[in-house]
């Protein structure tokens, strides 16, 4: 009687770990395979503007113009990024000159402790976000 116990507890064992392994090969089969951010954008980017050049029915000497007018907008719209990101580095450095001028000595000392300890948290979180980008992002922040 024991042993029939352990035959079919031994089975029902082996059933849910054969059914746990074929679920995460089943996973890693499926999992979409991480792309490049810039990359999948691009491709986006493109496809949009395949659809909207077979919709409209564009001539070469027009898809040459609606390439010039995406490239342009694509350079404007990065140089407003920067311009803004400017600005407010600005605005954060205006701000801790007044919150300064609101302290005494031993707090302005504090206050500016703090704040180191909170760029260098900053700086890291930064580095690991770029650490994780793929080989070409890697290497356009090197410079190369």
Do not use: C
């Not at 995460?24 to 980017?45: F, H, I, L, V, Y």
């Not at 080989?135 to 922040?141: D, F, G, R, T, V």
């Amino acid at each position: 009687m024991k042993l029939n116990k352990s035959i079919k507890s031994l089975s029902v064992l082996l059933f849910a770990l054969f059914f746990a392994a074929a679920t995460a090969q089943a996973q890693r089969e499926t999992a979409p395979a991480k792309k490049d951010r810039t990359t999948g954008a691009e491709m986006k980017s493109k496809k949009k503007a395949e659809s909207m050049e077979d919709e409209l029915k564009l001539t070469p000497e027009q898809k040459a113009k609606f390439k010039k007018a995406d490239d342009e907008y694509k350079a404007k719209s990065k140089a407003a990024k920067s311009a803004r990101k400017e600005d407010m580095a600005q605005m954060r450095e205006e701000r801790k000159r007044a919150h300064k001028a609101a302290l005494n000595a031993d707090q302005a000392a504090r206050y500016d402790e703090i704040m180191a300890r909170k760029e260098a948290k900053e700086a890291q979180k930064q580095y690991k976000k770029s650490s994780k980008k793929g080989p070409k992002a890697k290497k356009e922040q090197r410079g190369e």
